[in-house]
C-alpha cells in the first residue's frame, strides 16, 4: 500500500515539472535573438521626440518595444501603432515607473522630428519618435536587419516596403527578439506584464 502511495506521489510531481516546463505563460512569445551587440550605434546619439540625445544609455534600464515605420504609411503603421496603444493601456498598471517604452523610428528620411511627434502622440503621448537623416538612417536599419525598399512616389510623398516586426530591447540595450506579424497584443502582453511585475 506504502509503494503504491509513494509512486502515486512521484508521479504527481514529474506531471507537475512537465506542466511547469510546458505552460506556455513560462515561454516567451517573441522569436529569440541572442544580439552581441548594443541595438543603436554606440558613439551615436539620436534627436527624438522627446530628447536631443537618446542613445543606447536611454534604452537601457527599460524595456523598449520598437517599431521601424513612417508617417505617410497608409495602413499597416498606423494599425500597428493603434494596436501598441491599446497594449501600452492594457499593461499602464504595471508600468508606473514608466520601464515600458516605444520608440518608432521613421525609415523615411523626408520625415521630420515636429511631424513624428504629432503622429506618434496621436496614438500614445508617451510614444518616443525619432527621425535619422538619410547616412545615419542606414547605418540604424542596416544594424537592426531592417527590410526596407521605396516602391513609389506621389506628390512629393514615398511609399515603402519595410519590416513589420516589433523588436523587444531589454534593459542591457540589446535585442531580446521580435514579434513578427500578424502582431498579437494578448501575447506581447503576457511577456511585459511578467517583466514589470
Request: hydrophobic share 35%; glycine share 4%; proline share 4%.
Amino acid at each position: 500500500m506504502k509503494k503504491s502511495y509513494l509512486v502515486y506521489a512521484l508521479s504527481v510531481i514529474i506531471l507537475s515539472l512537465i506542466y511547469i516546463n510546458d505552460n506556455p505563460q513560462q515561454k516567451p512569445n517573441y522569436t529569440r535573438i541572442n544580439a552581441d551587440s548594443l541595438f543603436l550605434e554606440n558613439d551615436k546619439t539620436y534627436k527624438t521626440t522627446t530628447s536631443d540625445s537618446f542613445s543606447n544609455q536611454s534604452l537601457k534600464d527599460h524595456i523598449t518595444l520598437v517599431f521601424f515605420g513612417y508617417t505617410n504609411c497608409p495602413d499597416f503603421c498606423p494599425d500597428t501603432l493603434a494596436k501598441m496603444s491599446v497594449l501600452f493601456k492594457s499593461l499602464d498598471k504595471h508600468n508606473k515607473n514608466k520601464k515600458l517604452q516605444l520608440l518608432f523610428i521613421s525609415i523615411d528620411p523626408k520625415d521630420k522630428t515636429e511631424v513624428i511627434k504629432k503622429y506618434v502622440e496621436y496614438f500614445d503621448r508617451d510614444f518616443i519618435g525619432m527621425a535619422v537623416n538619410e547616412n545615419n538612417l542606414k547605418q540604424v536599419i542596416k544594424k537592426a536587419g531592417v527590410y526596407v525598399k521605396k516602391v513609389s512616389s506621389d506628390g512629393g510623398m514615398d511609399f515603402y516596403d519595410h519590416t513589420g516586426a516589433i523588436f523587444y530591447i531589454g534593459p542591457n540595450a540589446k535585442v531580446l527578439g521580435i514579434y513578427t506579424p500578424p502582431i498579437v497584443n494578448d501575447l506581447i502582453d503576457i511577456d511585459i506584464a511578467r517583466v514589470l511585475k
